[in-house]
């Protein structure tokens, strides 16, 4: 059975940094990628980062530039390092990890922006 447990969310001003973490747990048979979305109150969930693999990652316009998505596959963890946080990045953030046999998701992790 996979679990991802997130962490590192919380209350920040404008222009300060946070870093998620997310945990998986489980058999692990095989990992294509590793991602993070987000859901603010009232809009759809959305891509913030995803990493594969491979390495390769993408990043949503949004926060290009701002947000770094890394991973250590020794620790089945990954990391969402956000600087320059703005207002408009509140929401609850959401790990999640595409594998062989299905997608997953974390519980979510609640980031606030506000001065």
């Known amino acids: 059975q996979v679990q991802l447990v997130e962490s590192g969310g919380g209350l920040v001003q404008p222009g300060g940094s946070l870093r998620l973490s997310c945990v998986r747990s489980g058999t692990i048979f095989s990992i294509y990628a590793m991602g993070w979305y987000r859901q603010a109150p009232g809009k759809q969930r959305e891509l913030v980062a995803v990493?594969?693999?491979?390495?390769?990652?993408q990043y949503a316009d949004s926060v290009k530039g701002r947000f770094t998505i890394s991973r250590d596959n020794a620790k089945n963890t990954v990391y969402l390092q956000m600087n320059s946080l703005k207002n408009e990045d509140t929401a609850v953030y959401y790990c999640?990890?595409?594998?062989?046999?299905?997608?997953?998701w974390g519980q979510g992790t609640q980031v606030t922006v506000s001065a």
């Open positions: 990493i594969t693999n491979y390495e390769n990652t």
């Open positions: 999640n990890t595409r594998e062989l046999y299905g997608s997953y």
